[in-house]
């Protein structure tokens, strides 16, 4: 598999077909031989801050630490073992339901939208 071109910036689906998210960045383990290997999918603007690197990349990752729901959280991480498959998408064996909200998510919820008149009412 190579990690640049069949993991990186693919959708990433539940088991019923619903988006997740993009994988923004992989976490990697090695085994007693020293080879690496797939552990996590890492998610969210911070993720991909990190990845991109540079002023920028600290930018957007130190943007994305603040803005969190609470401030500080890591990024999603999900587990390699819940991926079922991997072909144009990366499809879970789990519901969405099941996975961490996306901490931006969060913050736009407490501080955006829910000062919108009548976003509760939906």
């Excluded at 990349?57 to 729901?69: F, P, Q, T």
């Excluded at 789990?94 to 998510?105: D, F, G, I, N």
């Amino acid at each position: 598999m190579l990690i640049g071109f069949d993991l990186l910036d693919r959708q990433i689906v539940d088991r019923d077909g619903e988006p997740v998210g993009k994988v923004d960045d992989v976490e990697l383990d090695y085994d007693e031989r020293g080879d690496a290997y797939v552990t996590g999918l890492l998610l969210g603007q911070q993720a991909l801050g990190e990845r991109i690197g540079g002023g920028l990349g600290r930018w957007i990752s130190a943007v994305a630490r603040r803005m969190s729901e609470p401030p500080g959280q890591p990024p999603i991480r999900i587990g390699y073992d819940l991926v079922a498959k991997v072909d144009s998408a990366v499809h879970l064996s789990v519901a969405r339901e099941l996975l961490p909200e996306p901490p931006l998510e969060g913050w736009l919820r407490a501080h955006l939208i829910g000062r919108i008149p009548g976003a509760g009412d939906a």
